[in-house]
């Protein structure tokens, strides 16, 4: 059983920073992308920033600039910096990983439970 534990999300001024943090454990052959969603109130998911295992990476416009994703292989975990946080970054974060897990041809779709960001104006 795979899981994807998330942290570092919480309340912050406009203008601050937040790292969040995902960590993957269970029975992993091998990490493909990494990456970080959000979904505000009555919006839909959208992507914020991944990261594949050899360290590509690519952001959503909003974002560019200001957040910087980045992994440590070891420790199957995935970051996210945050500056120059604004009200619009308000949302919950989720993580998200492509797995390779044993005794399985597909990879595994794996999400974590997800963190609340609340920027306060």
């Known amino acids: 059983q795979v899981q994807l534990v998330e942290s570092g999300g919480g309340l912050v001024q406009a203008g601050g920073s937040l790292r969040l943090s995902c960590a993957a454990s269970g029975s992993i052959v091998s990490i493909g992308l990494m990456g970080w969603y959000r979904q505000a109130p009555g919006k839909q998911r959208e992507l914020v920033a991944r990261i594949s295992s050899g360290g590509n990476t690519n952001y959503a416009d909003s974002v560019k600039g200001r957040f910087t994703i980045s992994r440590d292989t070891a420790k199957n975990t995935v970051y996210l910096r945050m500056n120059s946080l604004n009200p619009d970054d308000t949302a919950v974060y989720y993580c998200?990983?492509?797995?390779?897990?044993?005794?399985?041809?597909?990879?595994?779709?794996?999400w974590g439970q997800g963190t609340q960001v609340t920027v306060s104006s």
């Open positions: 998200n990983a492509v797995l390779r897990v044993p005794y399985s041809e597909s990879p595994l779709d794996s």
